[in-house]
């Protein structure tokens, strides 16, 4: 069978250019986070099935790369597997599908993780006690999501994470959105806008409406649609589902008479009325003006009853960053108090921001960014054959050059001359020096 060149679907190559913004951009990242108070973590990227089964990562958990038992495990599963085959009767296909998901379920123990939130859960409940409290995390690593694959949408990529944990107040919100935007702002972003909302106004608004509690999440999949469909589409979604005109119209209104200010909040805050508990909106509007008063970058707050973000383990505030330069959404995160305490019984307060890694290193690529302070890159081309003592003597120019900070790269001269120095300067080289077998060094 012959090897492949091309990558797995939905998997890259990185080539140098990219490789070099990747790097400045962790280095970065690491530093300006730092600055904040977080520190750097990391985690396996083979989580067990049930903790990525547990029904806390929405359409995600879909997407998992599955890894089977190895060795007498799996050998034991499939002949349990063909044992009750053969037992089997008649089957409807909704039976077979069931079958299938259990079987997969037998034979399977381990999957890559999706995101790095789940297993920064479990992290924290295994390593608790050798932890400050509250915990200030940054964890950067790849995640896989069995995707489909598109333009810059990959089914392995980076995510960078900072969370907050065993912080129940919205100092912790607050920190988060100011590291990430002095973060971005560092990048040269501008004009870019953090929406934000709180997933128990988004069940307010819901009640305060007539749906049913059981249909929230119908609700609010079809809400989500609101920036691509419009008003009008979603009421069309909703009135499709069986409900209500006056349910829809009165769930609508709110949307459409809401602003994106803090007298957005308190026009919702004052419509919901004994849905709402009052704090929830009052740490919204405290949440929205420290930012705006303690920010570093060139960005704005902006109230948004439409935001609600796919994970269902959000519990409180949720954001989200669009540039608005560029459209499309670079990240975002939101409070989950109740994750961790799955795993240890105890609730444990937590809250996160995820920026969009890829797409943040998609956008400079575009923009043709320029790494700066970049060390000067000189390459020594060297005529093919060069006698032994005059290398040394050109090993040892560049020891010295390098000795002083310079990128000193030592290559054999190809007979393409002119193409070779294309290719390098491509990389970055902007000086080269020709050594010649028949001249002195």
Same mark, same amino acid.
């Given at each position: 069978?012959?090897?492949?060149?091309?990558?797995?679907?939905?998997?890259?190559?990185?080539?140098?250019?990219?490789?070099? !913004?990747?790097?400045?951009?962790?280095?970065?990242?690491?530093?300006?986070?730092?600055?904040?108070?977080?520190?750097?973590?990391?985690?396996?990227?083979?989580?067990?099935?049930?903790?990525?089964?547990?029904?806390?990562?929405?359409?995600?958990?879909?997407?998992?790369?599955?890894?089977?038992?190895?060795?007498?495990?799996?050998?034991?599963?499939?002949?349990?597997?063909?044992?009750?085959?053969?037992?089997?009767?008649?089957?409807?296909?909704?039976?077979?599908?069931?079958?299938?998901?259990?079987?997969?379920?037998?034979?399977?123990?381990?999957?890559?993780?999706?995101?790095?939130?789940?297993?920064?859960?479990?992290?924290?409940?295994?390593?608790?006690?050798?932890?400050?409290?509250?915990?200030?995390?940054?964890?950067?690593?790849?995640?896989?999501?069995?995707?489909?694959?598109?333009?810059?949408?990959?089914?392995?990529?980076?995510?960078?994470?900072?969370?907050?944990?065993?912080?129940?107040?919205?100092?912790?919100?607050?920190?988060?959105?100011?590291?990430?935007?002095?973060?971005?702002?560092?990048?040269?972003?501008?004009?870019?806008?953090?929406?934000?909302?709180?997933?128990?106004?988004?069940?307010?608004?819901?009640?305060?409406?007539?749906?049913?509690?059981?249909?929230?999440?119908?609700?609010?999949?079809?809400?989500?649609?609101?920036?691509?469909?419009?008003?009008?589409?979603?009421?069309?979604?909703?009135?499709?589902?069986?409900?209500?005109?006056?349910?829809?119209?009165?769930?609508?209104?709110?949307?459409?008479?809401?602003? +994106?200010?803090?007298?957005?909040?308190?026009? !919702?805050?004052?419509?919901?009325?004994?849905?709402?508990?009052?704090?929830?909106?009052?740490?919204?509007?405290?949440?929205?003006?420290?930012?705006?008063?303690?920010?570093?970058?060139?960005?704005?707050?902006?109230?948004?009853?439409?935001?609600?973000? +796919?994970?269902?383990?959000?519990?409180?505030? !949720?954001?989200?960053?669009?540039?608005?330069?560029? $459209?499309?959404?670079? $990240?975002? +995160? $939101?409070?989950?108090?109740?994750?961790?305490?799955?795993?240890?019984?105890?609730?444990?307060?937590?809250?996160?921001?995820?920026?969009?890694?890829?797409?943040?290193?998609?956008?400079?690529?575009?923009?043709?960014?320029?790494?700066?302070?970049?060390?000067?890159?000189?390459?020594?081309?060297?005529?093919?054959?060069?006698?032994?003592?005059?290398?040394?003597?050109?090993?040892?120019?560049?020891?010295?050059?390098?000795?002083?900070?310079?990128?000193?790269?030592?290559?054999?001269?190809?007979?393409?001359?002119?193409?070779?120095?294309?290719?390098?300067?491509?990389?970055?080289?902007?000086?080269?020096?020709?050594?010649?077998?028949?001249?002195?060094?």
């Amino acid at each position: 069978m012959a090897m492949k060149k091309k990558p797995v679907t939905g998997m890259k190559d990185i080539l140098p250019k990219e490789m070099a !913004i990747r790097d400045y951009c962790i280095g970065l990242i690491k530093e300006t986070y730092k600055t904040f108070g977080f520190t750097s973590v990391e985690t396996p990227c083979v989580e067990h099935i049930e903790n990525l089964s547990s029904n806390q990562g929405g359409e995600n958990e879909k997407l998992i790369f599955k890894i089977l038992k190895r060795g007498d495990k799996l050998s034991s599963a499939v002949s349990t597997l063909l044992k009750e085959g053969a037992n089997s009767k008649e089957e409807t296909a909704d039976d077979s599908n069931e079958k299938l998901e259990a079987d997969a379920g037998i034979l399977v123990d381990g999957g890559l993780r999706y995101d790095l939130t789940l297993p920064l859960s479990r992290y924290y409940s295994n390593n608790a006690n050798d932890l400050p409290s509250p915990f200030k995390a940054l964890q950067m690593g790849n995640v896989w999501r069995a995707d489909r694959p598109q333009r810059g949408r990959y089914r392995q990529f980076m995510q960078c994470d900072i969370d907050i944990l065993g912080e129940s107040s919205i100092l912790a919100e607050i920190e988060l959105i100011l590291a990430t935007t002095t973060l971005l702002g560092r990048l040269d972003f501008k004009n870019f806008t953090i929406r934000i909302n709180d997933r128990r106004i988004l069940k307010a608004m819901a009640a305060y409406s007539g749906f049913p509690e059981s249909d929230y999440d119908t609700v609010f999949i079809i809400l989500d649609k609101m920036d691509k469909i419009g008003l009008e589409g979603v009421k069309e979604e909703l009135l499709g589902c069986g409900y209500s005109s006056e349910a829809v119209d009165k769930y609508l209104n709110l949307f459409d008479k809401a602003t +994106g200010d803090i007298e957005g909040v308190r026009f !919702i805050r004052d419509e919901l009325g004994d849905f709402l508990d009052t704090e929830v909106s009052d740490n919204l509007e405290t949440i929205i003006t420290s930012v705006e008063n303690a920010k570093a970058a060139d960005f704005k707050m902006q109230f948004d009853p439409t935001l609600v973000r +796919g994970m269902s383990y959000y519990t409180g505030p !949720i954001f989200e960053i669009s540039m608005d330069e560029y $459209g499309g959404s670079v $990240g975002g +995160g $939101g409070r989950y108090d109740e994750m961790i305490g799955k795993f240890i019984g105890t609730p444990t307060p937590a809250c996160g921001f995820s920026i969009g890694f890829e797409r943040i290193i998609m956008l400079l690529l575009e923009n043709d960014f320029k790494v700066p302070g970049e060390s000067e890159k000189k390459a020594y081309l060297v005529e093919k054959g060069m006698p032994s003592d005059k290398l040394l003597k050109i090993l040892e120019k560049a020891k010295e050059e390098r000795a002083a900070g310079k990128t000193v790269n030592v290559v054999v001269m190809k007979k393409n001359k002119k193409f070779q120095k294309d290719q390098m300067a491509e990389e970055g080289y902007t000086e080269f020096v020709e050594f010649f077998k028949d001249k002195e060094i």
